[in-house]
Nanobody
Framework: QIRLVESGGGLVQAGESLRLSCVHSGSGAMLYAMAWYRQAPGRQRELVADISAGRPNYAEVMKGRVTISRDNAKNTMYLDMNNLKPEDTAVYYC????????????WGQGTQVTVSS
């Protein structure tokens, strides 16, 4: 069993920055890949960015405004978000998987990000 816990969300004004963190614990096995998703009210959950084997990948939704990273020594993944916009308001979730060919199996509870105009 793997547990993921996000933190760092909050209320910010448009143009400001936030850093989200996701700490994973439980299994002794490393997570092969981790990702950040978000879900706004009334919308489907969407990928923001993922990282596997140290290689980041960014979805178009926030490309150029976010940086995903991992600190394996701390079992922590980060999402640095810059120039936030009101449309970035959503619950942000971290996810992880051990099998590169599997779907994301492990999910956090989410952290709310609210961007005011």
């Amino acid at each position: 069993q793997i547990r993921l816990v996000e933190s760092g969300g909050g209320l910010v004004q448009a143009g400001e920055s936030l850093r989200l963190s996701c700490v994973h614990s439980g299994s002794g096995a490393m997570l092969y890949a981790m990702a950040w998703y978000r879900q706004a009210p009334g919308r489907q959950r969407e990928l923001v960015a993922d990282i596997s084997a140290g290689r980041p990948n960014y979805a178009e939704v926030m490309k150029g405004r976010v940086t995903i990273s991992r600190d394996n020594a701390k079992n922590t993944m980060y999402l640095d978000m810059n120039n936030l916009k009101p449309e970035d308001t959503a619950v942000y979730y971290c996810a992880g998987k051990q099998d590169p060919f599997d779907i994301y199996k492990w999910w956090g509870q989410g952290t709310q990000v609210t961007v005011s105009s």
